[in-house]
């Protein structure tokens, strides 16, 4: 019968094996270490135990407490992951509603948490899933599956929804529409990837528009691709409609700004019955127009007006401290007008400057005093009557915009939607499905607890794993940093265990 045995060595320390004995001759089994304190040899007896009862099946008949020091002449330390970080985002997942799409498509959402954790190509995620959480994916297996994420788009816009109205309580009385590009690293384009205006400053490399719904809150809703070259105000009805033919979503007010307003925009929204503000291109409107805008604001900080049009009825405010803005940039840009003149030069982007004749330049005054009339004014369009909405409320709800702007920043610099490297169509769809995805939890996370995106990483970041494999018991241990009390609010409030 194998038994534990302690003995002195020549340096003093206590030696802890596992030996036998027959006919009076002991055989070590096991040696499975040295110690000086008593906690050290009792940690070195539990190995043994454990040692024994692996080896043998056969369990002790006095169960022992779990030691409290590891011993370090049989441990190993294998490096550290961050567990807590990925556990967190799997809880804060479920708590948006995508507990189904966790279970029957893991990678999507395994890239789609890389995305916040660290952004990088669909091959490093792979290695980095592995490094920092221990989960391992082939990589043919990954990019084989990749395209077929493309198809989960409408379940996973169907779980915001439901979370939007459940869990954050937005009714979508109102929401708000933008669009951005996002390029390729390429310059090589097709019917999808198409060069066009570019809002990331890059008009050579092929892109694509995406137009996106969002709730008031920032909240993401939806979205649709288009082909790069796409005008963006061609977008908004198109996605209007798919959004309220696949989630059966009534939006009574959209809200968009002014590259969205047209005559065929304004006809569609009044056919579906929805109410609509868009902002105003002032610059564009009648000299009549403005003059009656000028006459009716008098210069009166937050002096406000409305005015019917074929648009709708037109809002218009005035800023004392937008007017101060407005006068200082126009009259750089007359001074610079001026100059231009003399040199007998159009300029770049000479916005005051007009051709005579010939060789000719003179200043634009009509449009000079054109501008004078609007300054600090901004305008808005709106086919709500005042009695449902005043025109400061319509003003308020135009601002929301920044909402919008606020998530394509997210999109674009947290989760690092673009470049895009992909160029088969359903690859490309599906990068876009796990970028949606990353922008659901994140703004999640980032309207629960008010903190940015970027800071809540860091904070998971912080709560690290250490794994000790333990040679003699052949057990890995794992050994969490503290959760610090800053951290455990915010968990708290995502209701995250911890």
Known sequence: MPSIRKTKTASGAVAVQVVRYTHDQMTVLKHVGSGHTQEEIAALVASAREWLSQTTKQASLFPQREPRVLPLATVVYLGVTHAFAYDTLCAVARACGFKSVQQKERLLFDLA?????????????IALLKQYFDIHYAE???????PRLKDLKDELEAVAVRCALGTLKSDLALVLYDVTTLYFETFTADELRMPGFSKDNKPQQPQIVI?????????????????GNTF???????????????????TPTIVADAAMLSQENIAELKKRRLSYIVGARLANASPTLIKQIHKALKRQDKATTRLPTKH???????SAARYRKNKGDMERQIERGKKLVARHEPGRRAKFVTKKGGDAYVLNEALIEKNKLLLGIRGYYTNTPAKE???NEVIARYHDLWHVEQVFR?????????????????SVRAHMVVCFAALVIGKYIEIKVSLSLKKIRDLLWDVTDAQLYDKATKKTIKLRSPVNDELKKLLRKLRAPY
């Open 113 to 125: 948490v890389m995305r916040i954790i660290e952004p990088t190509s669909k091959l490093r995620a």
């Open 140 to 146: 043919r297996t990954v990019y084989r599956q990749l």
């Open 211 to 227: 137009g996106l719904l969002v709730t008031k809150q920032g909240f993401p809703l939806g979205y649709e691709l288009f082909a």
């Open 232 to 250: 963006e105000g061609k977008t908004m009805i198109s996605v209007l409609e798919a959004f309220a033919d696949k989630h059966h979503v009534t």
């Open 312 to 318: 709708g009825d037109l809002v218009a405010s005035f």
């Open 389 to 391: 909405l005043s025109n």
């Open 410 to 426: 997210m999109a674009k610099s947290d989760l690092a939607s673009r470049p895009i490297f992909h160029h088969q169509e359903d």
